[in-house]
């Protein structure tokens, strides 16, 4: 399976998310850019969960069927149709950790097809759906510990 590159202009790789992006700050989902697309691909999908959440892995954002032209994801833009995050809502949810430094992997995939997927279904069901038709992916991680009061 080929590699598609995901970097934020915003923090690197294994590196500390700024606050903007959390619930202690304006709560929008950071800058992602995208590199690397192979040929055929026909959308592109993306996930982002904590999987350091007391209770297993916390969904924070699901979207899919972006424009397979997209390399750009703007701060605080939808660039898809969104899924149902961890809060039962669509869209962004900021990272907030209870305790302690969590991680946030953005997964960004390179499919060749777009979904016929129902917009609010969860990130279950974009596994599912995607299945079979992942042409590349690639992952970005995002630290982020509460300043606390």
């Not at 970097?7 to 992006?21: L, V």
């Not at 209870?98 to 990130?123: C, K, M, N, Q």
Request: net charge negative.
């Amino acid at each position: 399976m080929d590699t598609l590159n995901i970097t934020s202009p915003a923090f690197t790789n294994d590196g500390k998310m700024p606050s903007k992006y959390s619930c202690e700050g304006e709560g929008v989902n950071p800058p992602l850019e995208i590199a690397g697309v192979p040929e055929g691909t026909q959308s592109l999908a993306l996930i982002a969960e904590d999987p350091d959440a007391p209770k297993g892995a916390f969904c924070h954002w699901v979207v899919w069927n972006i424009d397979a032209t997209t390399r750009t994801i703007k701060e605080g833009h939808n660039p898809g149709i969104n899924g149902s995050n961890g809060h039962g809502k669509t869209g962004y949810a900021p990272a907030c950790p209870p305790d302690g430094a969590h991680r946030y992997f953005f997964w960004i995939y390179a499919l060749d097809t777009e979904l016929d997927l129902e917009a609010g279904s969860d990130v279950e069901a974009l596994r599912e759906a995607m299945s079979g038709h992942v042409l590349a992916e690639g992952e970005l991680i995002g630290t982020y510990e509460k300043r606390g009061i």
